[in-house]
């Protein structure tokens, strides 16, 4: 259901974290509800109840509806503060990178690592620990408001100060081994391949990426969570059951603690081939109704019937050739006009790095809502897979304004074209009541092919 928090972020966080401080974290108290609760609505309003003139429009404004006023505003303030919030981002983080270049900051970092050793890959290593030792200093405050603070005052968080450090700490220590193998790989490449490096540094970034997908519900996820086989046959039955009748070669599903985090429901598939995994988080096994639970699942198996991690894959790749072939024409650019200045002596020289970051984030930021276009497109199909497989559009209404926690449920069209990497709330509500207006109508015409003016007539014969 909001898969993607993790399904895309597996793929693109390496990436993104590489460009920013990491946020991975966020303790424990289960049982926690968050400010913005909204109603577990196990009644099924009565517009939406089966009738011969059930209407989706009318049903769908019926479970709208069933959302108190004052929880739909302060999950509105907090989805809303998001936008602002990904402005604030992006402008912080070309700001302390233009005051590495500019202070000088970046080509002290590089002496003090030429310093160390002049043995290349230990060089950019050290480079490496010092940038992001930095910049995770200096993006602390920005990092603690929206990732602690900002959290914990929509009730979005369980975790105590301490914890969410530790957290924090652990992604760094992450970011440091995984973003230092990856920048001694590209920094290789620059040196060795003056006039190709981008098209070889755009494979290894996308083959690193797959690689960190494939090994992450393995080696990285357990590291923040604690991910179990799911044994309580009432909840993994008619799950596995509808993976048989669908085709998919499961016997497990999967439980993460999410609450240790959050108060989120969510869950997601995540890895690549043989590690590739359905994962619930707790808070949905929690408070979910066994309907919502079928529904999500349904979901979550769209995503991988439809082969969306590998679609998604091969959509990022473009996009990262893209990027890389980007930086290569404005990276050249920059550094004719204020290279001298700010002493990087060439692209190899890995006191560029700052530069670097900024370049691709104002690209980042530019395209930010092509990527979410991608994205919600995915979840609108698996959307549409999930409701067929599940059989259950009020388990799916359901989730969906659960998820309306932390999400706008009711955006305009551009606002969610450029926002949404989900279909919003109403729509996703309304696609599931269209589905049970056609199917209630596909049910009376097999129950009596004459019943209603226009309707073909089967031929059997
Ligand atoms: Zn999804």
Known sequence: MDSCAKRNCGLVAFFLCLLTASALGQAPTPGVQPLTAMPSVIQVPPEAQPSANFNAEAATNAYLAQIPADARARSDAYFEGGYWMILWDFLYGAVVMLLLLNLGWSAAMRNLAERVTRFKPVHTLVYWAQYLLLTSIIGFP??????????????????????????????????????????????????????????????????????????????????????????????????????????IPVHDVFKIDASRQSTRMSANVSGFGSTMRITLNDNLLRRGSPEEIQAVMGHEMGHYVLHHIYKDTLFFGVVIVISFALLQWSLNRSLARWGERWKIRDIGDTAVLPLVVLLFSIFG????????????????????????????????????????????????????????????????????????????????WQASPDAEAGSPTPDHK
Request: glycine content about 8%.
């Open 365 to 444: 930021f530019v395209v930010t809502p092509i990527l979410n276009t991608q994205v919600r497109t995915t979840e609108g199909e698996a959307d549409m897979y999930g409701l067929n497989a599940s059989r259950q559009p009020d388990g799916f209404a359901q989730a969906a304004i659960h998820l309306g926690e932390y999400r706008k449920m009711n955006p305009g069209p551009v606002e969610e074209w450029i926002f949404f990497d989900h279909p919003s709330g109403r729509n996703r509500i309304y696609a599931a009541m269209r589905w049970k207006a056609e199917n209630l109508r596909l049910m009376r």
């Open 142 to 247: 920005l990092v603690v408001y929206e990732d602690y603070f900002r959290e914990h005052k929509y009730g979005l968080a369980t975790q105590t100060f301490g914890p969410w450090m530790g957290d924090q700490l652990k992604g760094l220590l992450v970011n440091l081994v995984l973003g230092g193998i990856l920048a001694v790989l590209l920094f290789g490449i620059v040196r060795r391949l003056r006039r190709t490096w981008w098209i070889w540094g755009s494979v290894v970034t996308l083959c690193s990426m797959i690689v960190v997908v494939l090994v992450a519900p393995v080696y990285i996820v357990p590291i923040f969570n604690k991910v179990t086989r799911l044994d309580d046959p009432r909840v993994t039955q008619p799950i596995l059951s509808m993976a048989r009748a669908n085709g």
